[in-house]
């Protein structure tokens, strides 16, 4: 501010106070703030283990390794002639009951052998998906699957060849995968890559920055996506969502003319590329860390979002933080708090509804608690923002014609705003 004290002689005191009062406030809603929370977390960083990265050799007949990025095998062993066993143990605790895997496993000669899933501090969760190739997937044949040691364990049946077969918790989706999506979706001219820094242990934290025409003045959508690892169903809706946007209709030109959508796929490279069930290299679940920004990756990303929309004069309106969970739901703000978009949610939901029939949305409001991101959209900016969740085993192709609808259904409505 560079006003001199001497213009304001013979003005009223109290009009120059709010005077300097509102510039003060205006100039804040810019600035990053740190805030409190009912339930506050330390976000600390804390020692991870890290896995023994090998080939595991069962009298050179039998062989099984995690020596490819998001694989997670802490051991491996045989138990009797037909049954061998890997052993599945998170990066720290505690933690909740997620447990990730992907590991490969093959023989000298193809022989038929049963495989228990041991997860000594935790749960099974994740249906098996297997591979050839790490590319395409499929879950692992009913038949061939069943829980064990009451619902703790897993008990597979494996064909195995002296070729490598995949097995993981979800389809591999690794840091680098995320980069060469946001590269090709980067092709389109409205669409510019973004490298806004790098994760604890040195991993590109990118995004995309989408809109057509002059940035200035454009209200701002965030799209955050793989806070935690083995999420990998919210990450492919992300990706269809962010996709739909792009298209080339009149409703999505329309759209991105009017608003300005900031995109991070990967919030959490590290611990994606390390096989993590939930936390960054920092050990922390970084969905806790949106009060303080102790982790490298979430204060990259919020003086990141700060710093462009005030640069630009943008409003940041709605913030979307893409997550996987047992069942498809949306968690959204209860009805207290009113949003500078207030009633959006209930809106959209409703037409998200309408248009997917014998599917009915799951919103489950609830107030702030903990520091996650939902909050941050709403405290720093007056958002309005949702945890859009993702069933672990939802059907691939549901989860992309709902990201479709869902982001069809926000254009029509915010274009009318
Ligand atoms: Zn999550």
Redesign the pocket.
Known sequence: MNFRIISFKGMDKSFISSLIFYLLISCNSTKLKTFEYPDPVDTSSRIINYQDKKTYTINDVVFADNQFDGARLNDFIQINDSTFQVTILPENEPINQSPHFAFRIWAKQAQTIYLKLNYPTSEHRYVPKLSKNGEQWRPIDSLNYRLIDSAKNALIKLNLENTKLWVAAQELKTSAEAINWSKQIANHKDVRFISIGKSKLKRDLVGLDIYSGDPKGKDVIVVLSR??PP?VTGYLAMQSFVEELLKEHRLQKDFRNKYRVLVFPLLNPDGVDLGHWRHNAGGIDL?RDWAYYLQEEVKTIVNYIVSKVSKSKNKVILGLDF??TQEDLYYSFSDNMHSSIYPFKDYWIRAIDDAIPNYTPDDQPFPLGSPISKGWFYKQFNAESLTYEIGDETPRDFIKLKAEVAAREMMKLLILR
């Open positions: 806070q935690h999420e969905n997550h996987s």
